[in-house]
């Protein structure tokens, strides 16, 4: 089993959808978790970042960690275009021991 | 713009060959990340450097080697290339070495024929 699971997609949503995005993984030691983007020939640039479990929100985005479940999301409010992007979950135990594991990415298309 | 900045941008080479990758990090990060993305194994981080001190080691082929400069500047050397070393490759930056927020670059796109 991977450490990090996360569905490919592609996922494809008329604009101003609500997006969920998931990630599952099986480490319990993860404490730390991010949602990254990454658009088409760049380098991915974080997006949410969140400690433990419970929710986060900016803006349009809010990212929800349950750490029971070890399952984590990231809902996308009023989808624009410009969301089109693909979006990786990453997760890191924290401490001196550095290690950010990614999933391997959702691509989502938003169509206007 | 993330400001780290990678270069050259492509690179195309043939097997068995070297190249060298180019990464500046964002003004007052002293860590730097190596990671290779490919479609199959996602994004997979190679090495960590930390104010020019190998930091920590992740999936690096004993071919691949890096090394950060005094002006905090790195270097990834991929040698003895194989047709499936072709990948993205990305640097990332961050202030500290345990800070999990990572500044990415644009990354450098290999392609070995």
């Known amino acids: 089993q991977k450490e990090v699971e996360q569905d490919p997609g592609p996922l494809s949503v008329p604009e101003g959808a609500i997006v969920s995005l998931n990630c599952t993984y099986s480490?319990?030691?993860?404490?730390?978790f991010m949602w990254y983007r990454q658009y088409s020939r760049k380098g991915p640039e974080l997006l949410m970042y969140t400690y433990s479990s419970g929710n986060k929100e900016d803006g349009r985005f809010t990212a929800q960690v349950d750490k029971s479940s070890k399952y984590i999301s990231l809902f996308i409010r009023d989808s624009q275009p410009s969301d089109s992007a693909t979006y990786l979950c990453?997760?890191?135990?924290?401490?001196?021991?550095?290690?950010?594991?990614f999933g391997k990415g959702t691509l989502l298309t938003v169509n206007p | 713009d993330s400001g780290v900045t990678q270069t050259p941008k492509h690179l195309i080479t043939a097997t068995g060959q070297r190249v060298t990758l180019r990464c500046s990090p964002r003004?007052?990060?002293?860590?730097v990340y190596w990671y290779q993305q490919s479609l199959d194994q996602g994004l997979q981080f190679l090495i960590q450097?930390?104010?020019?001190?190998?930091?920590a080691k992740g999936n690096i082929l004993e071919r691949f080697s890096a090394q950060q400069f005094p002006d905090l500047h790195s270097e990834l050397n991929l040698s003895s290339l194989e047709l499936g070393d072709s990948a993205l490759y990305f640097c990332?930056?961050?202030?500290?070495?345990?800070?999990?927020?990572?500044?990415f670059g644009s990354g450098t796109q290999l392609s070995v024929l």
């Open positions: 003004s007052g990060d002293l860590s």
């Open positions: 990332a930056s961050s202030i500290s070495p345990t800070n999990e927020k990572l500044f």
């Open positions: 990453a997760m890191s135990s924290g401490g001196s021991n550095y290690k950010l594991t």
């Open positions: 480490n319990s030691a993860f404490q730390y």
């Open positions: 450097y930390y104010n020019g001190e190998e930091r």
